[in-house]
């Protein structure tokens, strides 16, 4: 009897490949051929990705997060389910969480995520685009991958997160976020408690923060040791 997987893997879609690096788009238009689906399109930006939409009506839009000078992934997004309302996103990403580069935008409800490192699961990719299609509802990488830490943090932490990373003082996160320095302080505290970081430890707080932010952002296993 065959297995789901091998049910899904009979499914074939008609799918556009939107990414900036030519190689990676003819890499992942030859993975999504050899999985049976057919490519209607291959877009270098935002602008050929949303004409290829509009004439080819796929099932799936595969898009990477950074289209490099222009409208960002997460604008294409936006766009092309405008155009199609029905269409499946496929999010391609760098970071286990969009919010980690600062953008905190709404995504189109049923948006699927996918670390690149993780193009090589066939089973994960397939997966990925099946779920897409589905776009029942939301789904987010770390329901995919990861432990699920960022699933706990609101977007101000993640915030919070990203600019102790990027060097700003107490009093600058203070400024930018419209908070007392001592709720950056209680904030940073709250932080390395539910990512289940080293409380207590010798190591500067915001070291650990940082560290923390770096190894999500390569998409790694946050450090706690």
Excluded: W
Aim: hydrophobic share 40%; charged share 25%; proline share 4%.
């Amino acid at each position: 009897m065959p297995t789901a997987f091998e049910e899904n893997a009979r499914m074939s879609y008609r799918i556009l490949v939107v990414d900036d690096d030519g190689f990676t788009r003819m890499l992942l238009g030859s993975q999504l051929r050899e999985l049976g689906h057919h490519v209607v399109g291959e877009a270098a930006n935002s602008a050929e990705g949303m004409a290829s939409a509009k004439v080819n009506k796929p099932d799936v839009i595969v898009v990477d997060l950074d289209l490099g000078e222009g409208p960002s992934g997460v604008d294409f997004a936006l766009g092309a389910r405008r155009l199609q309302p029905n269409v499946g996103i496929l999010l391609l990403t760098s970071y286990v969480d969009v919010r980690l580069i600062g953008d905190f935008r709404p995504l189109p409800p049923g948006t699927v995520f996918m670390v690149k490192r993780s193009l090589t699961n066939v089973e994960a990719f397939e997966s990925a685009i099946d779920m897409a299609v589905d776009s029942g509802s939301r789904r987010t990488l770390e329901k995919l991958h990861g432990d699920g830490s960022l699933d706990k943090l609101r977007d101000g932490q993640i915030e919070i997160m990203r600019l102790v990373a990027c060097g700003y003082t107490n009093s600058e996160i203070a400024s930018q976020r419209f908070l007392r320095e001592a709720s950056v302080g209680k904030a940073m505290a709250r932080l390395i408690k539910q990512l289940n970081l080293p409380a207590g430890s010798e190591r500067n707080p915001r070291v650990l923060i940082t560290q923390a932010y770096f190894a999500l952002i390569a998409g790694s296993a946050i450090p706690r040791g």
